[in-house]
T-cell receptor, first 111, second 114 residues
Framework: SQQGEEDPQALSIQEGENATMNCSYK?????LQWYRQNSGRGLVHLIL?????REKHSGRLRVTLDTSKKSSSLLITASRAADTASYFC???????????FGTGTRLTVIP | EADIYQTPRYLVIGTGKKITLECSQT?????MYWYQQDPGMELHLIHY???????EKGDLSSESTVSRIRTEHFPLTLESARPSHTSQYLC?????????????FGQGTRLTVV
């Protein structure tokens, strides 16, 4: 399977702290994306990083990609209670024509 | 706010009933997907479509079927619902299928079969 795995499965932090989530995948990819899912809702796209990029920023989000280790990390700085959600990485896989999602990290930010 | 809509949001039905979950998007996207997700678990791709009259099965075997008669509409049908079909079903669309653009998701349909 090309599906990735997020680590940790669950993370609980205080408001204002930084949250780091990791994603590992199995096959070569063209792109990697991160999504957020509030409880019981659909997913919302956060950021896309291409295989030839190593780091990307968007507001309080910072994503890194290490294709040699087949891994990516998502850093949320200065977390807020509203950041509480599940976060998923998604990969396409070279030659594939779909998005494959990881197992997700459930982030809880305590006010 | 993504222009992709799923109905119903919640559905509780009895075993053996036929149901159709609706998904519509107004973005003109060719690629559409159905994912199945149990609470707190990963998403599993069950069906996808490259465009009108194109339907393919995903990685997770599913007893459901789909159709794509119009670009904007991608309904999912269960001919005879069973308790094992209880799950959340998420519909998504994207401008292309190479992973180079983001996917837009509907709010999901939470199905309970009793």
């Amino acid at each position: 399977s090309q599906q990735g795995e997020e680590d940790p499965q669950a993370l609980s932090i205080q408001e204002g702290e930084n949250a780091t989530m990791n994603c590992s995948y199995k096959t070569s990819i063209n792109n990697l994306q991160w999504y957020r899912q509030n409880s019981g809702r659909g997913l919302v796209h956060l950021i896309l990083i291409r295989s030839n990029e190593r780091e990307k920023h968007s507001g309080r989000l910072r994503v890194t990609l290490d294709t040699s280790k087949k891994s990516s990390s998502l850093l949320i700085t200065a977390s807020r209670a509203a950041d509480t959600a599940s976060y998923f990485c998604a990969t396409d896989g070279t030659g594939a024509n779909n998005l494959f999602f990881g197992t997700g990290t459930r982030l809880t930010v305590i006010p | 706010e993504a222009d992709i809509y799923q109905t119903p949001r919640y559905l509780v039905i009895g075993t053996g009933k036929k149901i159709t979950l609706e998904c519509s998007q107004t973005m003109g996207h060719d690629k559409m997907y159905w994912y199945q997700q149990d609470p707190g678990m990963e998403l599993h791709l069950i069906h996808y479509s490259y465009g009108v009259n194109s339907t393919e099965k995903g990685d997770l075997s599913s007893e459901s079927t789909v159709s794509r008669i119009r670009t904007e509409h991608f309904p999912l049908t269960l001919e005879s619902a069973r308790p094992s079909h209880t799950s959340q079903y998420l519909c998504a669309s994207s401008a292309d299928g190479t992973g180079g653009t983001e996917a837009f998701f509907g709010q999901g349909t939470r199905l309970t079969v009793v």
